[in-house]
């Protein structure tokens, strides 16, 4: 069995991977600046921030694997992804960890977008700490693309990205793909996983529509530059590695129902 330090335990895919590592046996800690409102059954809680990298080498103490699935979405967050990057990989080199598996996004070096470019650097800088690192990247997870229509149809509307597909996964299988890539012998460096099916945008707004109940009008919209580019050629896409099993839909009936 395995020690295990996934940082960013308390988010969407961190808490999915805690809970898939505890069902499978091993000793889980998790690392947030902020304790869960619920603590994580059968692991345990260590504050820190990784951005100044308080309360890491603690933290890493006897730990076998570091998952990493931090966020920073904001100007003044995003610092995570590289200074976050250097300190943590730095901890884990001196505190004799073995492998470091870090989250990304597919596609997220080929689009000109500053937070992409930010994961990209995270990324960058996690491989140059060496061989034990593992990069999963997974396409959109099922409760972003929820979310936007949450927010968008309280004005009525679901905009659409014209000629937008998108292939997005539970979040618990993002969890079991990134214990899958703490726990395997050989790993590889770089996986790349998505959802069962690649649906255009337009359709998952309609089935939002159906399992809501929602009467917003779906609005298709051009989207310029780089970013529709990006989309226009799927290359949010990972057709080759449909390892997520849940459906948006039955996902979106099972939260909502
Ligand atoms: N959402 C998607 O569709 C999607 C798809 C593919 C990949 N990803 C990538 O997956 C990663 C995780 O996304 P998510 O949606 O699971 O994020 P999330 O739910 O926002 O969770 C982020 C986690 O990071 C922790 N965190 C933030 N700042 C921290 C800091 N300075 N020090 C220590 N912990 C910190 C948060 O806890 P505290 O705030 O308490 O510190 C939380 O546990 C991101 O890099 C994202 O780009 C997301």
Do not use: C
Not at 85 to 101: C, E, F, N, P, S
Not at 181 to 188: C, E, H, I, Q, T
Request: aromatic residues 6%.
């Amino acid at each position: 069995m395995s020690t295990v330090l996934v940082v960013g335990g308390t988010g969407t895919a961190g808490s999915a991977t805690v809970g898939e590592l505890v069902s499978r046996g091993h000793t889980v800690r998790v690392l947030s600046r902020h304790a869960p409102v619920r603590p994580p059954d059968g692991a345990v809680h260590t504050p820190g921030d990784l951005t100044t990298g308080t309360g890491l080498a603690e933290a890493l103490v006897g730990v076998d694997v570091v998952v990493s699935a931090v966020d920073g979405r904001t100007k003044s967050t995003r610092r995570i992804f590289t200074d976050g990057a250097r300190a943590l990989g730095t901890a884990a080199r001196d505190a004799g960890v073995r492998r470091t598996v870090l989250l990304s996004i597919v596609g997220v070096d080929h689009v000109q977008f500053s937070y992409y470019a930010a994961l990209t650097e995270q990324e960058r800088i996690h491989a140059s700490f060496g061989p034990g690192t593992v990069i999963v990247r997974s396409t959109q997870f099922h409760n972003l693309i929820d979310s936007l229509f949450t927010a968008t149809a309280r004005v009525g509307m679901l905009p659409v990205a014209r000629g937008a597909r998108f292939q997005p996964i539970a979040p618990a299988d993002v969890g079991r793909a990134l214990a899958d890539a703490a726990l395997d012998p050989a790993p590889g460096d770089r996986i790349e996983v998505g959802g069962p099916d690649i649906v255009p945008m337009r359709e998952l707004a309609q089935i939002w529509k159906r399992v809501t109940g929602s009467r917003a009008l779906v609005v298709e919209l051009p989207v310029p530059g780089s970013v529709g580019r990006f989309l226009r050629e799927g290359r949010n896409l990972t057709p080759d590695n449909r390892y997520g099993t849940m459906p948006f839909e039955q996902w979106l009936t099972a939260r909502r129902g």
